[in-house]
């Protein structure tokens, strides 16, 4: 996992393992390692800082809500209470209720669940299959590198919103349709991260002193490639999560997303559009869920990938 | 491009590894560029040949070509009689580990994912040999690493002369011919330079290696080597032992070189003029001699005629050099 | 070192006293330099060697106030400027004075010329720029000087160099144009920070000769900092050996070599290759590596790679000190003293 790797702390060699040598210091690091650039670039580095944590917990809390909906104590999402209808916060709904009086929390919770589900296997479905098709391309550069950046520039240049709703009025509204749906956007951007990564790997001379080795490509895919080429692709995914919660909420609020009465973030906007002038939290309490989820996704992202960059430098 | 005779060449039956007209050429854009034009030398069973030249000459992609990583675009390398330019797929993967390589930056040289126990055995595991264990610590003690404590360690845990170990040790682990060190200490701090060189020459007697030592620094290549080849923008100017070549530099370009080099001694006034100008681009070399265009001797023939191989006015045996006028 | 050590009546044109700079790292305060001493006088040069880690960049973009503050974690001493019959402390300035000294005053000479050069605008632009920020000409005036530069740094074609863009030109001839541009205000003291090391054999002679006549027509002081003892062997009026943060041995080009003391002037000598060894020579390695400069251990920093190390290296840090004419080092048991080898 990226989190793990990402936390690496820097772990101070044993002194010289050259035997006979008495040795000195510690902290096995380049021998350039105390040059000018590495230490300013040490700075940027140090920590994750608290930002980093506040994010993760928010993103563990929902991810959290979204598992646990079922079984946490909160009420029936699809429960119409009609004397509750449009309750402000921190009433007998703690997060007020809407135009239908069904209770914003427990909607909320409920609705994790769709985002949830639906940036995971979306963005799992891009990562697999561009991830993929992005290193091939790049370590086998060629015509079908050629050939395949070309077809997705031509996926990239088609309105996306077209495409979707395109794709979803093909295969249907379901959860997994969707999330399919989402998932096929992603391969073009998944596939230039991968291939970009891939580019700068291959001409790293491990790759050719395995190949001196001779080692098969696929080992040499496996082995040496994606193991490097994985992590900034998996930091990438947070951040394409929270562009996909945003799609998803697009979606929704052009009615669609997954049908209702099943809530949705989005879909909780698009009804609170209609009481805002009277009842503005009914729109603003998904809102800025999803700000908060979204913009947790982005700085956890970023984090890791800065946090991996600066570990290639490193080496 | 005329197929030149190579009088270089020498008729001993133990030579190891022969490279004859080796041509390597890459795609700029729309131009094909000659990186290395006719190139031909051989080099005899625990010889060390060293390959000199100032970048873009170049002295690396000869390496590399010999390795067939990527194979040239014309020639041979015939190693231990065998044209190893014609094998394909698994022959050639297999012929390849008796050929292996170090190269200058041997941070970048490691996969930062994988444990140094793992990066040595690499080889071992691709080809099934036995007892991968035993001869990974054997080789690890053998540079000077200890395989208690450094074995289950990564890469960046250890400082660039480390480094620079694991990857000899990575590159014995196959018990090779012929290994193939491209800048091997150039990353390298000067007191960690002469450890690696050390080890180098080391290793050289206890595994008895055949080395190609490609280095832009003359007096470490002098150090190391027994066989010296100068090369000037994809070609060989001159090619001895390192005695000829050193003390009876009879190419113009190998004179200058020698002038150049920064020594410690008190200061040498030399007779021998300094270069001028820069190495032309080799998208587009001079006519004739490649050389003539910053050569002192220059006349009118170099820009009409390429130089072939000649003996040299040294007078030592097997000391080579391609110039019209030559001493 | 102190005045009283050093008997120049001279005012020097560069005074480094004590200073120390360390660094926020990643795992932890960097003690790139230590207790730097040295001064430079007009017109002449100072070799500062060092490997990797010894510190001698770091403390060179510190005299050119090039450290980023929130990387410096703190840094003392004192670096002063004779500037027109005034002494500046450079330490004590802010951002925005610093800026008005480098070009006229100060100048550096980075190691990649490549990177030091803006792909994206001509020479003439990159050279023309700083003479008229600093001295303020228009811009006609600014491009026939920069035209004179171009020839003075030895540039074939300078009239079609102006035009042209970095790519265009080779390694030897961008570092000209970098040389070029330094000299442009002409500075009072030029840094130079292993201005030949990315450069071939060939052109590094070229450029080190060209960078030392210069000077002496100029009468600049210059700083020459190379790991590469051979750079400044026939080029420095002065030598200084830094290691791990500190100058370790100080003296004269000519007696440095002549009588070196300090063990790790001496075993980094002897550990470079020479053409006049025969093939196949043992060379002299220094057993270990350089120390890491976070949390050093106490005592002298060599202690652990030296041959003369005692119990008291290990336990104090020895100062620098004056044992001949203008000839310092720092380390107990020097070559050649009598406690060596009992």
Not at chain 3, 100 to 114: I, N
């Amino acid at each position: 996992m990226p989190i793990e790797s990402g936390n690496r702390r820097r772990t101070p060699a044993e002194p010289l393992p050259v035997r006979r040598k008495t040795s000195y210091g510690s902290a096995g690091r380049a021998s350039r390692a105390l040059s000018f650039s590495v230490a300013v670039r040490q700075v940027f580095g140090s920590g994750f800082g608290t930002g980093f944590w506040l994010a993760a917990g928010w993103l563990l809390l929902v991810a959290a809500c979204a598992l646990f909906a079922t079984v946490l104590p909160v009420r029936d999402p699809l429960d119409p209470v009609i004397v509750n209808r449009l309750n402000a916060p921190f009433t007998s709904n703690w997060l007020g209720a809407d135009g239908l009086g069904r209770d914003m929390l427990s909607r909320l919770v409920h609705g994790a669940r769709v985002s949830v589900v639906i940036s995971l296997t979306a963005v799992s479905i891009g990562m697999l299959i561009g991830g993929s098709l992005g290193i091939l391309a790049g370590y086998f550069r060629g015509r079908f590198e050629r050939a395949l950046m070309a077809v997705l520039d031509v996926i990239l240049a088609f309105p996306w919103l077209v495409l979707l709703l395109a794709l979803v009025a093909f295969i249907g509204q379901s959860l997994m349709a969707i999330s399919l749906a989402i998932g096929l956007l992603w391969i073009p951007a998944y596939a230039r991260v991968a291939r970009a990564n891939t580019l700068s790997v291959v001409q790293r001379e491990y790759v050719l002193a395995a190949r001196a080795m001779g080692a098969s490509t696929l080992r040499i895919l496996l082995r040496e490639v994606l193991p490097n080429v994985i992590l900034p692709v998996l930091a990438y995914g947070l951040v394409a999560m929270g562009l996909v919660v945003i799609v998803e909420s697009a979606l929704a609020f052009l009615g669609l997303s997954v049908e209702a009465p099943q809530p949705t973030w989005g879909g909780m906007i698009a009804e609170g559009k209609r009481h805002l002038a009277i009842a503005p939290h009914v729109a603003l309490v998904p809102s800025i869920t999803m700000f908060l989820t979204v913009l947790s996704l982005n700085y956890v992202g970023d984090r890791l990938r800065s946090r991996f960059e600066v570990k290639e430098s490193n080496l | 491009m005329s197929e030149t005779s190579n009088p270089q060449l020498r008729a001993r039956d133990d030579i190891v590894l022969k490279v004859e007209h080796l041509v390597v050429t890459f795609d700029v854009g729309r131009e094909l560029v000659q990186a290395v034009s006719d190139v031909s030398f051989d080099i005899a069973r625990g010889e060390t040949l060293g390959l000199v030249g100032e970048s873009g000459c170049g002295k690396s992609t000869v390496g590399r070509a010999i390795m067939q990583l990527p194979p040239p675009k014309g020639g041979k390398v015939i190693f231990k009689g065998q044209d190893i330019t014609q094998l394909e797929g698994e022959a050639l993967r297999k012929t390849r580990t008796a050929l292996q390589m170090i190269f200058q930056d041997p941070i970048s040289s490691l996969n930062p994912r994988r444990r140094v126990k793992d990066i040595i055995a690499e080889g071992l595991q691709i080809w099934e040999r036995p007892n991968q264990r035993a001869r990974v610590e054997e080789v690890m003690e053998a540079v000077g690493l200890d395989p208690e404590t450094a074995a289950d360690r990564r890469p960046h845990q250890f400082s660039g002369g480390q480094c620079q170990r694991i990857c000899i040790a990575r590159s014995l682990a196959l018990d090779p011919d012929v290994l193939i060190c491209d800048e091997p200490v150039s990353a390298l701090d000067v007191s960690v330079q002469a450890q690696i060189l050390n080890l180098l020459e080391d290793m050289k007697a206890r595994y008895q290696l055949t080395m190609v030592f490609v280095a832009h620094n003359l007096a470490v290549v002098k150090h190391i080597s027994d066989r010296v080849a100068v090369m000037y923008l994809g070609k060989l100017c001159e090619i001895g032992s390192v005695d000829a070549v050193y003390q009876h530099p009879s190419h113009p370009y190998t004179q200058a070189l020698l002038a150049s080099i920064p020594e410690l001694e008190t200061s040498q006034e030399d007779a021998i003029p300094l270069l001028q100008g820069d190495i032309p681009s080799p998208m587009n070399p001079p006519s004739g001699c490649r050389f003539r265009t910053r050569c002192p001797k220059a006349q009118a023939i170099c820009a009409q005629q390429e130089p072939a191989m000649q003996a040299s006015p040294s007078g030592i045996g097997d000391h080579f050099v391609a110039c019209h006028f030559p001493g | 070192m102190t005045d009283s050590q050093h008997q120049t009546q001279q005012v020097p044109l560069l005074r480094v006293e004590e200073l120390t700079v360390r660094l926020r790292g990643e795992a932890g305060i960097v003690h790139a330099v230590s207790d730097v001493s040295f001064q430079l006088q007009r017109g002449q040069t100072l070799g500062i060697v060092g490997e990797s880690g010894s510190g001698k960049s770091v403390m060179a973009r510190a005299l050119m106030g090039l450290l980023p503050r929130r990387a410096t974690h703190l840094m003392e001493g004192s670096v002063s400027l004779a500037v027109d019959g005034r002494v500046l402390e450079l330490l004590k300035l802010s951002e925005r004075e610093f800026r008005t000294l480098r070009g006229p005053r100060l100048a550096m000479v980075f190691q990649d010329p490549m990177t030091a050069l803006n792909p994206v605008l001509t020479l003439g632009v990159q050279i023309a720029e700083p003479l008229q920020l600093h001295l303020g000409l228009n811009k006609a005036q600014a491009m026939a000087r920069a035209l004179e530069l171009l020839t003075q740094v030895g540039i074939p074609d300078p009239e079609g160099r102006l035009r042209q863009y970095p790519h265009q030109l080779s390694g030897g001839m961008r570092q000209r144009v970098v040389i070029a541009i330094a000299l442009a205000c002409d500075p009072q003291v030029l840094l130079a920070d292993e201005p030949t090391t990315a450069l071939d054999v060939t052109v590094q002679r070229q450029v080190l000769d060209l960078l030392l006549a210069l000077q002496r027509e100029r009468q600049m002081g210059m700083v020459l900092i190379t790991h590469d003892l051979g750079v400044v062997a026939n080029r420095a009026d002065h030598i200084a050996v830094m290691y791990a943060g500190r100058i370790v041995e100080y003296a004269p080009t000519s007696r440095l070599f002549s009588s070196m003391r300090h063990p790790y002037t001496e075993a980094l000598f002897k550990s470079v290759p020479r053409l006049s060894d025969p093939s196949h020579t043992r060379l002299h390695a220094i057993p270990g590596r350089p120390p890491q400069l976070i949390d050093p251990a106490p005592g002298c920093a060599f202690a652990p790679r030296c041959p003369n190390a005692q119990q008291r290296c290990r336990r104090e840090t020895p100062a620098l000190a004056q044992i001949g004419d203008q000839h310092l080092h720092a380390c107990f048991y020097p070559i050649g003293s009598k406690e060596v080898g009992a």
